[in-house]
């Protein structure tokens, strides 16, 4: 009987922690769903950021000889320090969603260290974070709380860093690495070399109908603007994009551990079965047997 018991208990805890997984996935469903739409219109934003950029940097290139000397569009062939910011998940249970930006971030570290290129390390996410700091890898800064809530104002401080140091010279390159959000089903990682800007994507198009007013005095100040504005909106959208992607892998994640959790139930219900049917049929052979010697 004590077996029969232990059994019972194991079906008790596996329909406890269904129902748990049951739950932490309709709640994950909820909130992909707004973050979805979230990104959708983020993404809106920064298609039209990076056509008014395309334009001014085309005019540039049509207008100024020698194209664009913004440091922003200049590419650095043999950089001495560059910043890898990278974004994770404040929390667990979702398969490896995480663990694909580590592994992404650790590529990174180790190509810039075969080119003896110096590497800050900036971390967003709680997972990420310690699994760096537990393997002693040194961050330059980190930030715990902000990938589960990503807010405008605080991703722009912390991404502002990079970018003041870029314009400053103590940097030659800015990289954002996070995995982001394809659909219901899928993540996909995105290692994005935001500083500096390819200049090369921008074709001179002299042309092109513009619907900006801007002078040609104003245009270099207006790109440099922009790309500030460029990059802050890089590092938000990253933060939106990767808590969908977050949701949809919980998503996944707990209801492949709710099916586990029904087959397992489904299973100790079979053992069970035939470990009651086994004892009532060793109590019946005791009292035949019983009936027997008393004969």
Do not use: W
């Not at 996935?25 to 990104?39: D, F, G």
């Not at 950021?49 to 000397?69: L, T, W």
């Not at 959208?237 to 949701?247: G, K, M, P, R, T």
């Amino acid at each position: 009987m004590a077996n029969l018991k232990d059994i019972q208990r194991q079906i008790k805890s596996v329909s406890n922690t269904q129902k748990t997984t049951r739950a932490m996935k309709l709640v994950s469903t909820a909130k992909l769903r707004r973050a979805e739409e979230l990104a959708r219109r983020s993404r809106l934003y920064a298609d039209k950021m990076n056509q008014v950029i395309a334009e001014i940097a085309g005019r540039i290139k049509c207008n100024k000889i020698g194209g664009i000397d913004n440091r922003s569009f200049c590419k650095i062939e043999n950089p001495a320090m560059v910043d890898i910011v990278f974004v994770t998940a404040d929390k667990g249970l979702c398969g490896g969603f995480n663990i694909q930006t580590i592994k992404a971030v650790k590529k990174l570290l180790k190509e810039y260290q075969e080119q003896n290129v110096k590497v800050r390390l900036r971390g967003i996410g709680k997972k990420g974070v310690e699994f760096f700091k537990y393997n002693e890898v040194e961050l330059f800064d980190s930030v715990t709380d902000l990938s589960s809530k990503p807010d405008k104002s605080r991703a722009d401080e912390f991404i502002m860093t990079s970018i003041e140091d870029y314009k400053d010279g103590k940097i030659d390159g800015l990289h954002i690495v996070y995995n982001g959000f394809k659909n219901m089903m899928t993540q996909e990682l995105h290692t994005m070399k935001v500083l500096p800007v390819d200049a090369e994507q921008y074709e001179c198009n002299e042309t092109q109908n513009s619907v900006l007013e801007i002078e040609a005095q104003d245009e270099e100040h207006m790109l440099n603007s922009l790309v500030d504005r460029y990059v802050e909106y890089a590092m938000y959208y990253a933060l939106i994009d990767s808590v969908a992607a977050e949701h949809s892998a919980r998503m996944q994640a707990m209801d492949t551990a709710t099916n586990n959790a029904k087959d397992m139930v489904k299973g100790l219900k079979v053992q069970f079965n035939k470990a009651r049917q086994a004892a009532i049929t060793t109590e019946l052979i005791e009292i035949i047997s019983g009936v027997e010697s008393m004969k």
